[in-house]
């Protein structure tokens, strides 16, 4: 089970929106509606963001944005904040009622 | 307030055993999976395991079947997971996480607790 891939670091100035990828395969990102987002800030445990590829809990900021397209899930932040400089990690089922993590993006707010 | 806390995390030798719990609180416990998530220090998350509702179902990370064993006890809303025959590269945060299947998400994350194997 190898990790959904995620590019190491974004980057953004405050106000800007900024996109992360995450690419898996058939077998989890493209076979299922089961994509999850993460925010972790340094030291502190994640906070769930996105659920079912493109839905916000309650609570969530509207800046935080789901997609995906084929094998390809995609978190979009709009008017970045210097709050929102943190790692952010994807998440997908599996096959076989295991789930999977991408390899986390550092997002900088310059 | 929604609280998972861990406990049981330690430093071991390679090959020895630890047990750590996670202790829920603020939602029903009883209605969620439950999950342990682990942190190699200065890297990624990885899932470890998966418990359902009543206990009947546990899945686990191919790494770790055969030595990590996932359970519960709802009447004390509490989860663990036993781990045997630990290795250097079980060193990690061991968070819990709670997934509700209203979302297919882990609503809910403990602030984890360090597991360091090592001789």
């Known amino acids: 089970q190898s990790a959904l891939t995620q590019p190491a670091s974004v980057s953004g100035s405050p106000g800007q929106s900024i996109t992360i990828s995450c690419t898996g395969t058939s077998s989890d990102v493209g076979g299922y509606n089961l994509v999850s987002w993460y925010q972790q800030h340094p030291g502190k445990a994640p906070k769930f963001l996105i659920y079912?590829?493109?839905k916000r809990p309650s609570g969530v900021s509207n800046r935080f944005s789901g997609s995906r397209s084929g094998n390809t899930a995609s978190l979009t932040i709009s008017g970045l904040q210097a709050e929102d400089e943190a790692d952010y990690y994807c998440c997908s089922y599996a096959t076989f009622d295991t789930w999977i993590f991408g390899g986390g993006t550092k997002l900088t707010v310059l | 307030e929604v609280q998972l806390v861990e406990s049981g995390g330690g430093l071991v030798q390679p090959g020895e055993s630890l047990r750590l719990s996670c202790v829920a609180s603020g939602f029903t416990f009883s209605s969620y999976w439950m999950t342990w998530v682990r942190q190699t220090p200065g890297k990624g998350l990885e899932w470890v395991a998966n418990?359902?509702?009543?206990?009947?179902?546990?899945y686990y990370v191919d790494s770790v079947k055969g030595r990590f064993t996932i359970s519960r006890d709802n009447a004390k809303n509490s989860v663990f997971v036993q781990m045997n025959n630990l290795r250097d590269e079980d060193t990690a945060v061991y968070y819990c996480?709670?997934?509700?299947?209203?979302?297919?998400?882990?609503?809910?994350w403990g602030q984890g607790t360090l597991v360091t194997v090592s001789s």
């Open positions: 418990i359902n509702q009543d206990g009947s179902e546990k």
């Open positions: 079912e590829v493109n």
């Open positions: 996480a709670g997934l509700w299947s209203g979302y297919n998400a882990f609503e809910f």
